[in-house]
C-alpha cells in the first residue's frame, strides 16, 4: 500500500467531476488500499479518489474509535435522506479549517463493495455527514462552497499564509549548518 499525496483548497484539480467505475478489477482495489493508507496516515475519518488526483467514483471511511472499520463505497449514490441539522465539518483538503455546514442526519446509501456486489446501508450522524462529504468531493464540491464568499476568502488567505509559513520553515530547515 502506498500513502499518497492530498490535493489542498484552491488547486483547481478538487473541481473534478468523476467518472463511474466500470469494472471493480485489482486496480480499483489497489486504490481503495491506497486511500485507507492515506485516510490512516492522515488521521481522517474518510477520504475520497477526487483527493489524491484519482478522478473515479471510490470513496473509503472508517468512523470507528479503534480506526479498524474500514468502508469502502464504489459508485455512491443517496437513494434516501432524513434530518437535516448542522454538523461541524473539517477536511484534509483545508487543514486546520472547520466550519459547520447542514447535511441530513440520516441517509440510504446504494454503492458496490470491493468484490463489485452491490449493497445498501443505512448510516447516522458522523457516518452520514462523513458520506455526504466525500460524496460531494466526486462531484467536485468542497464544505466552503456552503459559506459565504467572504468566508471563503477569509479560508483561502489563512492557508496561503500558512503554506508559506510552511515553506520558509523548511527553506530555514534547509539552509542550516549539517553539523
Ligand atoms: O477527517 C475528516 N473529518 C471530517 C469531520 C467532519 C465531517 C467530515 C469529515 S471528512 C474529513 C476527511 C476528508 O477530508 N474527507 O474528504
Ligand atoms: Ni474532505
Given at each position: ?29 489497489r ?7 492515506t ?41 434516501a ?36 456486489a452491490t ?13 455526504q462529504?466525500?460524496?460531494d ?28 509559513q ?14
Amino acid at each position: 500500500m502506498t500513502k499518497l499525496a492530498i490535493l489542498e483548497y484552491p488547486d483547481p484539480r478538487l473541481r473534478t467531476k468523476a467518472a463511474p467505475i466500470e469494472a471493480v478489477d485489482a486496480t480499483v482495489r489497489r486504490l481503495a488500499d491506497d486511500l485507507l493508507e492515506t485516510m490512516y496516515g492522515s488521521n481522517g475519518v474518510g477520504l475520497a479518489a477526487t483527493q489524491v488526483d484519482v478522478h473515479r467514483r471510490l470513496l473509503v471511511l472508517d468512523v470507528s474509535e479503534e480506526r479498524n472499520r474500514p468502508i469502502v463505497l464504489i459508485n455512491p449514490e443517496i437513494v434516501a435522506t432524513e434530518e437535516p441539522g448542522p454538523c461541524e465539518e473539517g477536511c484534509l483538503s483545508l487543514p486546520g479549517i472547520y466550519a459547520s455546514v447542514t447535511r441530513a442526519q440520516k441517509i440510504r446509501v446504494r454503492a458496490q463493495d470491493r468484490t463489485g456486489a452491490t449493497f445498501e446501508m443505512d448510516a447516522v450522524g458522523l457516518t452520514a455527514v462523513c458520506i455526504q462529504h466525500e460524496m460531494d468531493h466526486l462531484d467536485g464540491r468542497l464544505f466552503v462552497d456552503y459559506l459565504s464568499e467572504l468566508k471563503r476568502q477569509v479560508i483561502r488567505r489563512r492557508l496561503a499564509k500558512e503554506r508559506r509559513q510552511r515553506t520558509v520553515g523548511s527553506e530555514a530547515r534547509s539552509a542550516a549548518p549539517v553539523t
